[in-house]
């Protein structure tokens, strides 16, 4: 801090000195050339910081942006507590009997149980920026870094969010179109492809738990996404992009779910249990698209920090990392709401 100030000061009474000189020699106002001094140098070196406040917003709001489909589920940042995020959950609701005949009715009590779960951390490796970048680059490699791990982040970030929101092997259901490679990096052998019929299936079975139709939503990968499209016909693809929400996300609407899209969504094993990105492909690997609805699933957000160490002088440059605390779960301990179709074997 205390070098920064010196730099500031430095370039303060530089820029005064030379104004003076300068309107000595031409009759300007030194005023105004000291202004045209300060914002030619940068604002006396304040533009040369970074400005964390800044940057640690903007990775907040891009986290769970509308076009993310993190946002599209419960907010429970107002639960977190230092680490862990707990939840109040009521319990089943009162009994209710038509026509009461015995009386007095017996009372009860309901038992709340609360959700808890604990964030996890995610960082970023620390990043050199040798200082001759700083100053002999003609682009600001110091932003581009930072706006490449900022993304990076986020997208690891969204990748253990699909795992943790994945349905358990109990609400799973196969796709059932014709046989097509298996599109997984490390999957062999050939899958049945997505269809509109596995988007029906999962409109019955979200309707026969009350699961209320506003706020349902599918997370479908690229090649899956590719494969419903071409299933559709040309009155379906009317119909489906009329209802299309892009500035949030939604690519159209189909059999009440709202779809979006990405590089990757479900990954399940063979024996359909949920498999984390970062765990190794194997050939068995099969694709799934996530089904839920907004009310079915949460998400909470901890603390966000931006470390620096500017002019580090044993690395002879700046050096930055990011740091997120979030988390996420089911709502429910039943799963209702929540729903895998993953591909069947062709």
């Avoid at 409109?203 to 506003?214: G, H, L, V, W």
């Avoid at 498999?275 to 190794?280: L, P, Q, R, S």
């Amino acid at each position: 801090m205390k070098n920064k100030f010196l730099a500031v000061l430095t370039a303060l009474l530089f820029n005064l000195v030379a104004a003076v000189g300068i309107a000595a020699a031409s009759g300007f106002n030194p005023v105004a050339i000291f202004g045209i001094g300060l914002f030619t140098s940068g604002g006396a070196g304040a533009q040369m910081a970074v400005q964390k406040e800044i940057w640690m917003s903007s990775l907040v709001e891009q986290l769970f942006a509308n076009n993310s489909f993190m946002s599209k589920a419960f907010n429970a940042d107002e639960f977190v507590t230092n680490k862990t995020c707990h939840i109040p959950n009521a319990g089943v609701a009162s009994n209710v009997e038509k026509n009461r005949k015995s009386f007095p009715a017996t009372v009860k009590t309901r038992a709340d149980v609360d959700l808890t779960f604990d964030l996890d951390e995610y960082t970023t490796d620390p990043i050199k920026i040798p200082h001759a970048d700083t100053v002999e680059l003609s682009y600001n490699k110091r932003e581009s870094v930072l706006k490449n791990d900022k993304a990076k982040l986020i997208e690891e970030v969204s990748n253990d969010f699909i795992y943790k929101w994945s349905a358990p092997s109990s609400s799973v259901i196969r796709t059932t179109g014709t046989g097509a490679t298996a599109h997984l990096p490390s999957a062999t052998g050939n899958r049945k492809k997505f269809v509109k019929a596995d988007v029906l299936a999962a409109m019955n079975d979200f309707n026969s738990k009350d699961i209320p139709q506003e706020g349902r939503y599918m997370l479908v990968d690229a090649v899956m996404y590719g494969q419903l499209i071409n299933d559709l016909t040309d009155k379906d693809s009317m119909a489906f992009y009329s209802q299309a929400d892009v500035a949030n996300g939604v690519l159209g609407k189909l059999f009440t779910f709202n779809i979006m899209m990405r590089s990757k969504s479900g990954r399940y094993t063979a024996a359909l249990a949920p498999k984390a990105w970062t765990e190794t492909g194997v050939t068995t690997d099969q694709a799934a698209v996530l089904a839920w609805h907004e009310g079915s699933v949460c998400r909470a957000l901890g603390q966000t920090e931006m470390f620096d160490d500017e002019k580090n002088p044993l690395y002879y440059g700046d050096i930055y990392s990011f740091l997120v605390r979030a988390g996420g779960r089911p709502m429910r301990n039943d799963v209702a709401g929540l729903l895998a179709i993953v591909q069947d074997n062709a």
